[in-house]
């Protein structure tokens, strides 16, 4: 194992010198820190297990600065575990990703960069992110898979609900503005990692998010 010591002293000790000039200039700690910059946000779509995990994850190991990986299941995975009623299930289930949405531009306004692994599954989901998140700063990816991979997917992971691929698969890409498509039925996740991670610097203006907002929030 790899001996870290010296780079804990280090480490230790710049936090300590940062410490005290901050003491300094602000001893009650009551100045909010300056965020001027919204942080970016890549918002990872496509169906279940098409792969958006994988790309996350593998993106989180190659871009440059930091990154928070912000997937939907994280939030589900927060619940408390008593039932739910059958009747009940979509409307928690939107909740959460109304508060999902929420988080997210949170995460954003205080000027952090995100990969966001999130299906817009549901027309209301894409309209929602229009409005809370800023359209410049968002990148939107089309992560694309045929479906008899997805389904061959679904069946060998066995955690997902067999059929869950299909049913997304009309709705997630039908507004079919991205502003880079990749597809995991032909790359690897590292692969469509390194095609994002190439795009990102030198993408165009208008974003797909400012021109999707521009259409289905505020037709003229
Ligand atoms: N490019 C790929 N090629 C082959 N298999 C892949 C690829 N990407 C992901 N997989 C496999 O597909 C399965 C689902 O991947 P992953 O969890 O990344 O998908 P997801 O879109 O995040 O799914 P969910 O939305 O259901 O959480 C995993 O078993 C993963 O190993």
């Given at each position: 194992m790899?001996?870290?010591?010296?780079?804990?002293?280090a480490t230790t000790a710049r936090e300590a010198a940062t410490a005290a000039t901050a003491a300094t200039a602000d001893p009650t700690h009551a100045r909010i820190p300056d965020t001027p910059a919204g942080g970016k946000v890549i918002l990872l779509n496509g169906t279940s297990s098409s792969g958006k995990s994988s790309i996350a994850q593998a993106l989180l190991d190659m871009l440059d600065g930091t990154w928070?990986?912000?997937?939907?299941?994280?939030?589900?995975?927060?619940?408390?575990?008593?039932?739910?009623?059958?009747?009940d299930l979509q409307a928690e289930i939107d909740r959460t990703c109304k508060g999902f949405h929420r988080a997210v531009a949170g995460m954003a306004a205080g000027g952090n960069?995100?990969?966001?692994?999130?299906?817009?599954?549901?027309?209301?989901?894409?309209?929602d992110l229009l409005d809370v998140l800023v359209p410049e700063d968002t990148i939107l990816i089309a992560v694309r898979c045929p479906l008899p991979e997805l389904e061959r997917r679904e069946r060998e992971r066995g955690d997902r609900q067999l059929g869950l691929a299909a049913?997304?698969?009309?709705?997630?890409?039908?507004?079919?503005?991205?502003?880079?498509?990749?597809?995991?039925?032909?790359?690897?996740?590292?692969?469509?990692?390194?095609?994002?991670?190439?795009f990102v610097p030198g993408r165009l203006r208008p974003t797909a998010f400012e021109r999707l907002r521009q259409t289905l929030r505020n037709p003229t």
């Open positions: 790899a001996d870290h010591t010296n780079d804990n002293v928070f990986h912000m997937p939907v299941d994280a939030f589900h995975a927060m619940r408390c575990k008593g039932p739910i009623a059958d009747e960069n995100l990969i966001v692994d999130y299906p817009l599954s549901r027309r209301w989901r894409l309209l049913m997304q698969y009309d709705q997630v890409h039908s507004h079919e503005l991205h502003d880079l498509d990749v597809d995991s039925g032909l790359l690897s996740p590292e692969e469509c990692a390194r095609r994002i991670r190439e």
